[in-house]
């Protein structure tokens, strides 16, 4: 077993060394503004497999690759739409990995084998200096055991990763919470692969022409399997009233997260309040059930989040995390 060291994303000698680690080979936990990712170097064929089993991830399920900054789509991709640089322009460093043709060049053992690759300029101002300094581009799966919840926070990554991988990068709490927008920009419409924080919506403002998004969830990509980011305790959404008769007999072996202000505070000890702002519920939703997965409980009921546009992701996520383990 590997001693997971812990390095302070804000201390410079830190840094250094998580730097030099990644050039080593070695698999280093990163800060993203998303969650936090699992990270090798992208070019070094022994490192990636190193992720896939740290994970315990099948080697078809492709990993995003992230990059300094946009002037580097060119050595990892090919045959790049305009639209893809104006997305880049517009939206990173963010939330959004952009699908391309993958470059030549470039192993796909990265890319599961695919003639894709996903690529995006994270925005955590330590990464980007990480990635600067390093000069490699960091092929970084979300830092949780296959299947489980992504991590936010440094902590969540060495309660499941310990031993695994050679360190973590404290970088603080993750600010979104949720994984990036994935975003097919090599068919035609472009389409939306997974949803995330910045919305179709928000695309089709931008460019001013249509985004496909699956209204309901597509196996055609592996990895995008529907029973995923699954807390251990099992996970039911629920509607207002349906809580409220829950709550009157509290079962001490079931969690509640609410948003709505209706709910009272001390109903039960298992109780959490999210905030209704979807970008701060967001934040926190991860969190939750993390430290539910924590306590002696074996149920989490979830008030259903409004089914808008808006909420997408979060919706995405929720029926993700309550399918049964099995699909
Ligand atoms: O916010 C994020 O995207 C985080 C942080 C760490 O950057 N990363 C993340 O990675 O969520 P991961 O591996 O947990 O999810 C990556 C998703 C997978 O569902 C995978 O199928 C999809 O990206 N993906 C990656 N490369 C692809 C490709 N070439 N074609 C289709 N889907 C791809
Ligand atoms: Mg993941």
């Given amino acids: ?11 410079t000698d830190d840094l250094s060394r998580a730097s030099e680690l990644l050039r080593q080979g070695k698999l280093v936990a990163v800060p993203t503004e998303t969650v936090y990712g699992l990270a090798a170097n992208a070019e070094d064929v022994d490192a990636v497999k190193e992720i896939f089993a740290a994970k315990n991830r ?19 991709a090919e045959n790049i739409p305009e639209l893809a640089f104006q997305l880049a322009e517009k939206f990173w460093p963010g939330p959004m990995t952009l699908l391309l043709k993958k470059a030549d060049n470039i192993n796909s053992v990265v890319t599961g084998k695919l003639d894709t690759i996903a690529l995006r300029v994270p925005d955590h101002p ?3 200096r990480l990635l600067k300094q390093s000069n490699i581009g960091l092929a970084a799966p979300s830092a949780n055991p296959y299947r489980q919840l992504s991590p936010t926070s440094a902590d969540q990554v060495m309660d499941n990763m310990q031993g695994k991988i050679d360190a973590v990068l404290d970088g603080g709490d993750c600010q979104l919470g949720l994984e990036s927008t994935i975003v097919d920009v090599v068919s035609n419409p472009i389409r939306i692969l997974r949803s995330g924080p910045i919305t179709a919506n928000e695309i ?50 079931i969690g509640y997260i609410v948003y709505s202000d209706d709910f009272d505070k001390d109903q039960s000890e298992h109780i959490r309040h999210l905030p209704s702002d979807k970008y701060a519920f ?46």
């Avoid at 249509?210 to 305790?233: C, D, F, L, M, W």
Wanted: aromatic share 6%; glycine share 2%; net charge negative.
């Fill in 58 to 76: 099948p080697s078809d399920h492709p990993l995003i690759v992230h990059i300094a900054d946009k002037d580097r789509i060119q050595h990892w």
């Fill in 204 to 253: 089709e403002t931008f460019l001013g022409q249509p985004v496909i998004t699956p209204a309901t969830h597509t196996e055609s990509v592996p990895g995008n399997v529907k029973a995923h980011y699954q807390p251990r305790a099992k996970l039911t959404l629920c509607d207002k009233e349906k809580l409220f008769i829950a709550l009157s007999n509290d079962n001490p072996k």
């Fill in 282 to 327: 967001a934040k926190l939703l991860y969190k939750t059930l993390y430290e539910f997965d924590k306590v002696d409980i074996d149920e989490i009921w979830i008030e259903r989040p409004p089914q808008t546009d808006e909420w997408q992701a979060i919706n995405d996520r929720l029926a993700r995390a309550s399918a049964a383990t099995d699909a």
């Fill in 126 to 128: 330590m990464l980007l």
């Fill in 1 to 11: 077993m590997l001693t997971t060291v812990r390095l302070d994303a804000n201390n």
